[in-house]
């Protein structure tokens, strides 16, 4: 399991993601699962991904294939929309789920994979897609400029409370790492390394990108900081009647 989110605010794009692909007693693996693509003056694209890691590493591999053939029938760097973009990703993604499909029903296996597409093409909005395992996606709305795949439940509800379309870019990027923070407290199969990416509305220049362990001092400045805070204010929360007496 994974943890993978994007923001979408007024000033721009907050990436955020965890790196565990394994959990268990005795073996915990890691793995990156953000990748940024920078054409600077002409286009940025972030992909995260969750689910099925043989299947999103062969999108990827497929993504970075076509990059590299000019003859490429389409490729990140050819969609006038980012959504045609959403379109490709979601395509590659059915044909490698397909190609495994056998093989991994026999194994009591799920070949599913999700991703969460961002970005901005020059002239274009900036933008952010949650791409499903059936190829189709969706993206942020107004009242929701958030998306989240995998384990998504735990680092909901910082999000919820917190981001709308007027928080800062550097808000959103502290309020991603709490909701990853949250998640890897409550679910062992999510874990550091945090990576957080932040992109700036058309600047079509790389995203600020930094990754957090946990002896990360900022990571441990806002776990310690956070935890206190909630503390703080559970204790000031009002009585009840019987209290009073």
């Keep these: 399991m994974t943890y993978c989110l994007a923001v979408k605010v007024n000033r721009g794009l907050i990436f955020g993601s965890d790196s565990r692909t394994n959990a268990g007693v005795d073996h915990v693996a890691t793995y990156s699962k953000m990748r940024r693509y920078t054409w600077p003056g002409e286009r940025v694209c972030v992909l995260m991904t969750s689910g099925s890691l043989a299947t999103s590493q062969a999108v ?3 993504i970075e294939r076509d990059l590299a053939n000019p003859d490429a029938e389409f490729s990140l760097r050819h969609g006038k929309q980012l959504y045609e973009v959403a379109q490709y990703i979601g395509k590659l993604s059915q044909q490698e789920q397909q190609r495994h499909a056998r093989a991994m029903e026999q194994s009591n296996a ?6 969460i597409l961002g970005g901005q093409i020059a002239g274009k909005e900036a933008e952010i897609f949650h791409i499903y395992p059936q190829g189709n996606f969706i993206t942020a709305s107004e009242d929701t400029p958030y998306l989240q795949i995998g384990e998504t439940k735990y680092g909901k509800p910082i999000l919820d409370r917190i981001i709308s379309k007027t928080t800062t870019l550097e808000d959103a990027a502290r309020c991603a ?5 949250s998640t890897i407290r409550s679910n062992i199969s999510v874990g550091p390394p945090i990576e957080i990416a932040m992109y700036q509305k058309d600047s079509l220049e790389a995203p600020y990108h930094n990754t957090y362990t946990l ?9 310690k900081q956070w935890t206190e805070g909630v503390r703080k204010a559970f204790d000031q929360l009002p009585r009840y009647e019987w209290e009073k007496n």
């Design 60 to 62: 990827i591999h497929a």
């Design 110 to 115: 799920s070949a599913e994979s999700n991703f």
């Design 177 to 181: 790492m709490v909701s990853l923070d």
């Design 215 to 223: 002896n990360s001092p900022m990571y441990k400045s806002l776990q």
